[in-house]
Structure formats: structure tokens, C-alpha cells
């Protein structure tokens, strides 16, 4: 049963808590994560790190710790109470590992549920868009004095366009002809933009463009507001990593600009909203402006446009595969995905005139 698992697992932690009962907290595609209500609060957020996906748990879990640990020296001038809604506070267990595994071989992680927070799968308006922007910026100034090269790399290649469209082709050559069917336009899309694509990573290999410590995930969601709709801070560093600042800044604008879901069937909903475009990076820039170079603000639309991109690519890539990456509900679900981000892209082309 998932409650006495749940509580069993809860339990390895070093904490004064009683279980009292669960929630799933189901929008992510990869781990699976629990909000652990107890008989007084703090409440606490459990969650299983898929192993298949990152294949070194350890390393994922220091990294995380780590940025905590530098945001925490970075505010440690705020006041404990402002402290404890600002940065994320993981748990070790009673044996003092910073994270449990169980018999099964998964790997658990404990942190602190922020009270009184709320997350939003969709922004409703400018001033989310806005917080969410002023976050990441935040985010990005706070880890920019750690040195990039300490974190283990969870997903090596997360970003790599070549990698990409080299696993793009692998699944290509494996993919069953109904779905290579179905999958046509699409594949050509890929096809003819490959060269556009790589233009951020040139930049990057060719070192015109820095690399930094990057969230890696900056999707909306992953933003923590108050009661108020006030940014507190980015929750879900499982993928903190070195890369460059158009990573987190185009994962945000998929998003947050987005006027519908990212799984939306209907592709007359999908469209690039520019008011929440222009929200965001203002936001973002009142951060981050005096840290950018001018090549990074001049890219930063095309990164907009080849993060949407590379999204797009790795649902179509997974639903070549067959799904075996994203979890998903029925079987056309990522290829709807893949054509949600298309469409997306293709509006976000047609405003911002990259
Ligand atoms: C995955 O599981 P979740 O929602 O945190 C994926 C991201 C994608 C996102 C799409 C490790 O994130 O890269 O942008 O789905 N994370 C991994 O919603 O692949
Ligand atoms: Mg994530």
C-alpha cells in the first residue's frame, strides 16, 4: 500500500514529525513526488528520483545541496523566517546519508514543504509572468559566483543540440512505420532546421557565449509564489548544471508564454502571448541585465525560440521510441506534445521575428 510505504520511507528521515497522510504532486514527467502532510506543520515534500533517467542519484542529490547551501550563505542576511520561504531545505536520514534507498533500489530525497506557497501550471497574468522572471533572474544572480565545474553533470548532453538530434535519428532508424507515418511533417520540420538550431551551441563551444551554473527546468511550475502571487523562489533543482543563460531563459518563456498547456489537443488555443513575453523579460533583465554580455542579450530571443524547439524535438523523439522517456497517459500523448511545441514555436516565429 502507498500510505504505509510512504510512511515507512518518511520515517528513514531524521526529523520529530508524525505521518499523517499524502498527496501526489503529479505534474512532473519523471520523478515521482509526494507532499507529506503530518499532524502539525511544517508539512514535506518526498520524492522518488527516477534512476533510469539520472543515472547518478548521489551526485544529483549533492548538487542540489550544494546550491541550497550557496543561496543560504548568499541570504543569510534575511531573517530566518524569510530564509525558511526563500531557500530549499533538504533533510539527511537517521543514519545521516542525504538520501534513503529503499530494497527496491530506488533512491528517496526529503525536503521542506514552504507553507503558505502555491505553483502555477499556466500564468493568468503579467504580473506572474513578471515574478517568474524576476525569480529566475534572481536565481541565476545568486549562482553566479559558484563555480559551474563542481556540479556532477545528472544528464550529460541535457541540452546538446547534436546530441539531440543524433538520439533524433537513432529513434528514427528503430521507429515503427505507423508512427514515422504519423509523425511526418514533423520529422521534416526537424529535418530543416537543424543548422538554426545549433547557432546557440557554436556560440557556446566557441566560448562566445559563458558558461554558468543553470536551473535547467525553469517551466513555470517549477516557480514557487506566495498567497499573493509574489515569487519566493525556483523549486526542482534535480537538473542544476553548467550551461548558458538561454537554456533557462527560453525553458521559461515555453511556458510561461504559452497560452495554453503544453499537452493542448487543440492547436488554435496554442499561441505565443507577447504581453507575457515582455513581462517576463523585464522581470529577468531588472536581475540579469548588468550580467549578460551584449552577445547573450542578443541571443536571448533565439534561445526563447531553440529551447521551445528542442522540447518539441525530444517528445517527437520519445514518441518515435515509443515512450519510453516521458510518462505518459494515451499513446499519441507525446506526439501532441511535439505539436503543441511546433505550434508554439511557429507563433513565437512569427511575433518576435526570429
Ligand atoms: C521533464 O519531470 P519534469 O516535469 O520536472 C524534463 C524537462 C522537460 C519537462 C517538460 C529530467 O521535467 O526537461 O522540459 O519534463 N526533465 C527531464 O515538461 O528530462
Ligand atoms: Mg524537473
Known amino acids: 500500500m502507498m500510505t504505509e510505504r510512504l510512511k515507512f520511507v518518511f520515517a528513514q528521515f531524521e526529523h520529530e514529525a508524525e505521518f499523517d497522510s499524502y ?5 512532473g514527467h519523471i520523478n515521482d513526488t509526494y507532499l ?11 520524492q522518488r528520483i527516477n534512476h533510469g533517467v539520472f543515472k547518478d542519484v548521489p551526485g544529483l542529490i549533492e548538487n542540489k545541496m550544494m546550491i541550497s547551501n550557496h543561496i543560504k550563505e548568499k541570504l543569510s542576511h534575511l531573517s530566518p523566517k524569510k530564509q525558511n520561504r526563500r531557500i530549499l531545505r533538504f533533510y539527511t ?16 530525497n526529503l525536503m521542506h514543504f514552504i507553507d503558505k506557497s502555491v505553483t502555477h501550471e499556466s500564468v493568468s497574468n503579467t504580473d506572474i509572468a513578471y515574478e517568474g522572471g524576476r525569480l529566475l533572474g534572481q536565481f541565476l544572480t545568486l549562482t553566479s559566483d559558484f563555480e559551474a565545474s563542481k556540479l556532477t553533470e545528472v544528464i550529460p548532453k541535457f541540452h546538446d543540440m547534436s546530441f539531440r538530434y543524433w538520439e533524433f535519428e537513432e529513434a528514427k532508424r528503430l521507429a515503427t512505420k505507423e508512427r514515422l507515418e504519423t ?3 514533423y520529422i521534416t520540420l526537424v529535418e530543416n532546421a537543424k543548422e538554426e538550431m545549433h ?6 563551444e566557441s566560448g562566445d557565449i559563458k558558461v554558468r551554473v543553470t536551473h535547467n527546468d525553469t517551466k513555470i511550475s517549477n516557480v514557487l509564489f506566495n498567497k499573493h502571487d509574489k515569487g519566493l523562489c525556483l523549486i526542482d533543482t534535480d537538473t542544476v548544471m553548467p550551461g548558458i543563460v538561454h537554456y533557462d531563459f527560453g ?5 510561461i508564454c504559452n497560452t495554453a498547456a503544453e499537452d ?8 505565443f502571448n507577447m504581453e507575457y513575453y515582455n513581462a517576463f523579460t523585464k522581470g529577468f533583465l531588472k536581475k540579469m541585465k548588468s550580467a549578460l554580455s551584449p552577445t547573450e542579450l542578443k541571443y536571448l530571443p533565439l534561445g526563447a525560440k531553440t529551447m521551445i524547439f528542442i522540447i518539441g524535438l525530444r517528445f517527437l523523439t520519445d514518441y518515435l521510441n515509443n515512450d ?8 499519441e500523448h507525446n506526439l501532441d506534445r511535439a505539436k503543441n511545441q511546433f505550434k508554439l514555436l511557429q507563433s513565437l516565429s512569427e511575433k518576435l521575428g526570429v
Open 251 to 255: 525553458d521559461a518563456i515555453r511556458t
Open 264 to 271: 493542448e489537443r487543440n492547436l488554435d488555443l496554442v499561441e
Open 183 to 185: 509523425a511526418k511533417s
Open 199 to 204: 547557432i546557440l551551441q557554436n556560440l557556446k
Open 324 to 331: 519510453i522517456y516521458f510518462k505518459t497517459k494515451y499513446p
Open 93 to 108: 536520514t537517521k543514519t545521516g546519508d542525504s538520501y534513503y534507498r529503499g530494497d527496491e533500489g530506488n533512491y528517496w
Open 23 to 27: 498527496k501526489e504532486l503529479a505534474s
Open 36 to 46: 507529506i502532510k503530518t499532524k502539525h506543520k511544517p508539512y514535506y515534500v518526498l
